[in-house]
């Protein structure tokens, strides 16, 4: 693969990243307020639906999801759920839990599931050095583990399973895109916008059943987990758009995106002191993880 013809796709990937490391920053700080982590997760995946569909409609000369088959929309309504809906409300337990440093460390650990995946359903080819990256991000989360970073009040141990699950559902949701975007022909936006719609739908629905529907807030909580969903949505959308190109695979995009843990542990080192605490051990383990994610994508 010529670098000058994928430029696009690492740019694209990297810009998620940085959106998707900003993005729990925000979120943490809504939580340490007097937010939840169900207001969390139905504040963004609003505000990210609203972004969406606006853009959708400001940018559609004819009906917004105009040549696109109903088989295409269930498929992209699926990845949302499973993504954007499963994936982050336990991404979301996770930031109010352990914290948005450690939480999204986990849950970047996605493209060992994605890459798995892509390989099995999609015939992407990777070569044995995805073996040695796996067990250096792995080590890195060992690392993470043990870092004593995260929120400032301490965090129990069992609560990583958030974080590793969604990072599992994150990783299905990207392949099912990437199966969408080769097998029909459908634009970025209106796929993620129909993802997003029904995923929004589908975590209305769990609050609804669950009884966890209590909305009071303040505004600052609200205005950060706005914020956050704002970021979310930018960082989605260039993902879309890095899976939808030609030379999009998701063994290249799921690991940069992965990088965002940096962002992530730099923002939260200048904003969120009093909250969440930045230990040697984790800068350390979050470097060791992102080599392995280096690795995986050179593999």
Known sequence: MVLGSSIDVYVLSLGTALFWGLGPVFSKRGLDGDGTWMQSTLV???TRTALYWVLLFVTSDVAALAGIT???????A?????????GRLLFYVGVAEVGSTITNAFTNTRPLFAVGLAIIWLGETVTAQVAVGTLVIVTGLVVLTV?????????????????????TFYALGNVIRRFGFTTATVDPLQAIAVGDLAALL???GVAVVSGNHDLDGSRESYAYFGV??????VGLLLLF???????GHVAIVDPLSA???LFTTISAAVLLRDVERVTLGTVLGILVAIAGVALVTLG
């Open 44 to 46: 963004v995946l609003a």
């Open 70 to 76: 109903a088989e295409t929309v269930v498929l992209f």
């Open 78 to 86: 699926v990845a949302g759920v499973v993504s954007s809906g499963l």
């Open 147 to 167: 870092s004593k970073g995260g929120d400032i009040e301490g965090w129990d141990r069992r609560y990583l399973l958030f974080p590793l699950v969604a990072a």
């Open 202 to 204: 589908f975590v209305v």
């Open 228 to 233: 956050a969903g704002v970021f979310a949505g």
């Open 241 to 247: 758009q890095a899976l939808s190109l030609e030379n």
């Open 259 to 261: 990088t965002a843990p």
